[in-house]
């Protein structure tokens, strides 16, 4: 059969067909189109068909001319997914989640990779744009270091598609850890802002890393016969890490709810040491306010209104109760 080959990174996206290459067992592939694609056989090489499956026409091969049962196609069709993996009439599904990599996009918004595969073809489609088939296709023509098999090939995208959580999980415990560094109960409602906008962040990324290790777990449990011995180890090694993305996801939601509440604590004792500071203001000027209060009526009989030392005499009163009052509160211990 021909082969439409393309120049990376340049390939033409054929009408939903990102792209698509036989592999050629070397590390390397060769390009294909629709018409290439319509005449492969199994005798050609392992076939790879990377689809957007927003695409009608994609969705059309997809159902009619893949060879995929329709409920199988339809999964891989679905707008909305969540990690899993099951073995369909002819193959394997695989929907899992990655890190959104594209720009002015938030990580934790993790999109959809679905895959399909019988040993001999593997069928990936993307919803939005991902950065781990694009990796690998680098790999399979610039180095031609790729993957040699196609159930070497599905291994790969599901090692690769994890991949970017650590960088992500560890960029969430350096800004803890930096919070941890600045605690300033003057920055408080900034920093409660930025803890909230981390425990959410942990939240969204666990909400679909626990049930992709479920979904990988599944598959190690029961894998089909192509997937080799060999190949197995590796899918063990990326369910190890997603279960330790899990418990740091924990972690770091722990660590931003033990923050959250120092924070309280010191506003609270914050709050709590101005009070005590305008209770004993209170209490020392309490005496003194109830006095003067007393001698300002203004009616007769008042004592010292006809003395010109009056005010002098009650002035050095009032100091005195001061110094008594200063002189109490020291001895308990309130100043």
Request: charged residues 25%.
């Amino acid at each position: 059969m021909t082969e439409g080959t393309m120049d990376h990174p340049d390939l033409i996206e054929e009408d939903g067909l990102l792209f698509a290459c036989v592999l050629d067992g070397n590390g390397g592939a060769s390009f294909l189109g629709w018409q290439d694609i319509n005449k492969w056989t199994e005798a050609d090489g392992p076939l790879w068909i990377h689809l957007d499956n927003k695409n009608l026409n994609a969705g059309s091969w997809l159902r009619e001319r893949s060879g995929l049962t329709i409920p199988t196609a339809e999964a891989l069709l679905a707008e909305e997914t969540r990690p899993r993996v099951f073995r369909g009439k002819r193959g394997l599904v695989a929907i899992l989640r990655g890190i959104n990599l594209n720009a002015n996009q938030n990580g934790e918004d993790m999109v959809a990779m679905r895959m399909w595969s019988e040993g001999k073809r593997v069928l990936t489609l993307r919803h939005e744009r991902m950065h781990t088939p694009r990796d690998i296709l680098e790999k399979l023509i610039e180095s031609h270091d790729g993957p040699k098999t196609a159930p070497e090939l599905f291994e790969r995208l599901i090692s690769r598609v994890n991949d970017p959580i650590s960088e992500t999980i560890l960029a969430l415990e350096d800004q803890i850890d930096d919070l941890e560094a600045k605690l300033d109960v003057g920055k408080a409602q900034e920093q409660r802002r930025q803890l909230s906008a981390i425990r959410q962040k942990a939240v969204r990324l666990r909400r679909y890393i626990a049930p992709q290790r479920e979904a990988l777990s599944t598959l190690l449990a029961e894998p089909p016969d192509w997937l080799s011995e060999n190949l197995r180890p590796h899918l063990r090694e990326t369910s190890d890490r997603l279960m330790r993305y899990i418990e740091e996801l924990d972690a770091i939601r722990e660590r931003a709810v033990v923050l959250k509440d120092d924070i309280a604590n010191q506003l609270s004792e914050a709050a709590n040491q101005t009070l005590y500071v305008l209770a004993i203001i209170s209490a020392i000027f309490l005496p003194l306010a109830f006095l003067t209060g007393l001698l300002g009526i203004n009616i007769g009989g008042m004592p010292g209104v006809e003395n010109d030392y009056a005010f002098w005499i009650f002035c050095a009163l009032m100091a005195m109760c001061l110094v008594a009052e200063l002189f109490i509160f020291r001895k308990l211990r309130w100043l």
